[in-house]
């Protein structure tokens, strides 16, 4: 399923429908490759590089050059030959809404859809890019049906297309990163496709939660805490450098800060931001119960870097009682013999942060 407005029309030459999926993260670029032959997917290119602190600040591009040259230099590192590239965005520039509207033809909702839009975002609709979906009849009101609605700040999608363009690649799928984790999801676990599940996708800046069923978003937010939570807060209560904290956080921690005393305290900030992560979570899924009472939500997955801080699983779990999981994108994707022996990190160690660019890797041009 696809929803937001693509650049492929308005680039009618480019008629291949081979693409690569690249996640730009404030943390790391990461980029994919999967090809489909028949029901079977493999993913042939797996590149994942980290950016300088600071380069993307809360969604923001704030050194473009930086995410170009890394860019490039994935390119060069990783012999990516495919140009076209499915790309993601999300956070506070992003909505996502499900909303009625009376029924109408695609046509005529394509006409009505920046007023609709009007009653329902906070933004002015003049500075968004709008795209929806059409779900169906409504149940609860005849004569109307619902829609997704997404509206994403045309400044940010056209600084993250820049950058692409001047790395020499063309964005031709913009998604938003909880659909490309929902991507993953659906290709990795079609058993749990009438189930209810709550996909939580926790990055450096950002976490996304979408709650769906049956291949549709019901709820998707991002709210702006995410793993970088962690550090600061290590950096701030223990007056230690950023990269220091990093360690401590990941549990490197056997040259400069050792020390059981530290350790102890470590856990208890660490522990206190998964409080507050999974009180979020929490807030989420109370908001989508409110409305959908009688379809309880099975199962909590999990994906994005941020998932492997320790405790944080055990954390959201006791605090939504529901359970929870960590996503594997490559579930029902093998991963290249080559990638297996070159790049082993990549299906272990970098497993939770390939969910966004696999999931942006199995779009399709025709699939827009
Ligand atoms: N072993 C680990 N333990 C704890 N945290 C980790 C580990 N490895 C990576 N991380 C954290 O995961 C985060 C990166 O995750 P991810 O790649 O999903 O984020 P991103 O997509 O770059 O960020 P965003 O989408 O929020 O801009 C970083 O904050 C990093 O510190
Ligand atoms: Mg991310």
Not at 22 to 43: C, H, M, R, T, W
Not at 111 to 139: C, K, M, P, R
Not at 199 to 210: E, H, W
């Amino acid at each position: 399923m696809g929803f937001l407005e693509t650049l492929a029309e308005k680039i009618p030459f480019l008629t291949s429908n081979k693409l690569i999926g690249v996640d730009i993260g404030s943390f790391a670029i990461k980029i994919a490759e999967v090809v489909q032959k028949g029901n079977e997917y493999v993913l042939t290119t797996a590149c994942y590089a980290e950016l300088p602190p600071t380069t993307i600040v809360e969604g923001s591009i704030m050194n473009s050059a930086a995410v170009t040259d890394t860019l490039i230099e994935l390119i060069a590192e990783c012999g990516i030959k495919v140009k076209q590239v499915a790309t993601s965005v999300g956070g506070s520039s992003v909505i996502v809404k499900q909303i009625m509207v009376p029924n109408m033809t695609p046509d005529e909702l394509d006409e009505q859809i920046t007023w609709e839009a009007e009653q329902h975002i906070t933004f002015s609709v003049d500075e968004v890019n709008l795209a929806y979906h059409i779900i169906g009849e409504s149940e609860v009101e005849p004569g109307k049906m619902d829609i997704i609605l997404v509206a994403a700040k045309r400044d940010m999608i056209s600084d993250y297309t820049t950058v692409l363009y001047e790395a020499g690649l063309t964005p031709v799928v913009i998604d938003i990163d909880a659909f490309a984790v929902m991507n993953v999801f659906e290709v990795n676990y079609p058993e749990e496709m009438e189930n209810v599940v709550a996909l939580v996708n926790i990055g450096a800046s950002f976490t996304n939660v979408n709650i769906i069923k049956n291949g549709i978003p019901i709820v998707v937010r991002d709210f702006t805490i995410g793993s970088n939570s962690y550090t600061e807060e290590i950096q701030k209560n223990l007056g230690v450098s950023a990269d220091e904290a990093e360690k401590l956080k990941r549990g490197d921690t056997e040259s400069e800060s050792g020390e059981e005393v530290i350790s102890q305290e470590v856990v208890e900030i660490i522990d206190s931001v998964s409080e507050i992560i999974a009180g979020e979570i929490s807030r989420t899924i109370d908001f989508y119960s409110v409305s959908h009472a009688e379809e309880k939500i099975t199962k909590i997955m999990l994906s994005g870097g941020g998932t492997l801080t320790p405790g944080l699983q055990r954390i959201i779990e006791e605090k939504t009682d529901i359970s929870t999981h960590f996503l594997n994108p490559f579930r029902n994707i093998k991963v290249a013999e080559n990638l297996v022996s070159n790049k082993p990190e990549i299906v272990t160690k970098y497993a939770p942060m390939m969910a966004v660019p696999v999931g942006l890797a199995l779009r399709r041009r025709d699939d827009s």
